[in-house]
Every structure is written in C-alpha cells, then in structure tokens.
C-alpha cells in the first residue's frame, strides 16, 4: 500500500513522558490485499483498529502489527484505518 498521509492525534502527559492516542492512515493499494503491516514499538499497546466504524483485528509480532481488513482493497482503491494506541515511548539516546 502507498501511504498518502497520516492524522496523528496525541496527549502528551509530560509528567509521566506517556503519549495516548490514535494516527488515521489513508492509504491506496498498489495491489489486491487485505492484510497489512504496520510498524509501532513495542512498549505501546493498541487499544484498537478502526476502520469504517468496524474493529479490525491484528496480531502483533514485536514491533510490527498485522492488520486484517474486513475485505479485501482493490488495486488503486483508497482506503483508511486509524490505530489508537498509548504507552510510553522509548527515550531517544
């Protein structure tokens, strides 16, 4: 898939360096698929998956997220899904 733009929507709580919130992707398939791979570290929790008013499910492997969508994109056909997550993000070095 080809990533036109994220919608990030974030609380920041400085207090506790914790984030929560949720990043809409709009996307187009650049061929027939209804799985896709994101990448989010580890140490955040998805809350859920949204897409279309309708929870998607996902497996996580470390810090990728596998996404099933509830049916399968077209080639060029567009598409969105926003994942709402917290946690606390790693400290840059």
Do not use: C, W
């Not at 949204?50 to 994109?73: C, E, M, W």
């Not at 926003?82 to 606390?88: C, F, I, L, M, R």
């Amino acid at each position: 898939f080809d990533v036109h733009y994220y919608d990030l929507h974030l609380t920041v709580n400085d207090q506790y360096r914790t984030i929560a919130g949720y990043n809409t992707i709009y996307a187009k398939a650049v061929s027939p698929h209804q799985r896709i791979q994101l990448d989010l570290f580890a140490n955040l929790q998805v809350d859920s998956i949204i897409s279309k008013g309708k929870q998607l499910t996902f497996k996580r492997d470390s810090n990728a997220l596998f996404v099933h969508l509830p049916t399968q994109v077209s080639a060029n056909e567009y598409y969105s899904l926003s994942v709402y997550y917290q946690g606390k993000p790693k400290t840059a070095i």
